[in-house]
């Protein structure tokens, strides 16, 4: 199943609903209010877009996602590197290390990343 697109407002939303749910519509209102400074038809507009995108579910006034955010995380991820650099990883690790610099920490991480990967794929 491919998972729902979920635009930037959208996503500061769902952020707020993976730290609290599950969570009353009304609770999501109010922290809505509090940290986006939505009016709360704003909040209960994006609950049914949401819903019927299948991202998430509000059964009895309870909202609950259906995606968790590794899915919209990497969902997203894969659009802009096949948008952008025409589906190639190698491309797109080229042009963020060229403007991004990497701890040894940080490599070490990548690396221990390829290593695991490379041993489940054989």
């Known amino acids: 199943?491919?998972?729902?697109?979920?635009?930037?407002?959208?996503?500061?939303f769902c952020l707020i609903l993976w730290e609290c749910e599950p969570v009353k519509s009304s609770k999501l209102v109010e922290l809505c209010r509090e940290r986006l400074g939505?009016?709360?038809?704003t909040t209960y507009t994006v609950i049914k877009r949401l819903s019927e995108r299948g991202v998430l579910k509000n059964e009895n006034t309870v909202v609950t996602s259906l995606v968790s955010k590794d899915q919209v995380q990497a969902a997203e991820l894969n659009e802009m590197v096949e948008k952008t650099f025409e589906g190639s990883l190698p491309a797109f690790?080229?042009?963020?290390?060229?403007?991004q610099k990497l701890s040894a920490d940080e490599i070490d991480a990548v690396q221990q990343m390829i290593d695991r990967y490379r041993k489940g794929a054989e």
């Open 93 to 99: 690790i080229a042009a963020f290390t060229k403007h």
């Open 1 to 12: 199943m491919e998972t729902p697109k979920v635009f930037e407002s959208e996503y500061r």
């Open 38 to 41: 939505w009016k709360p038809t």
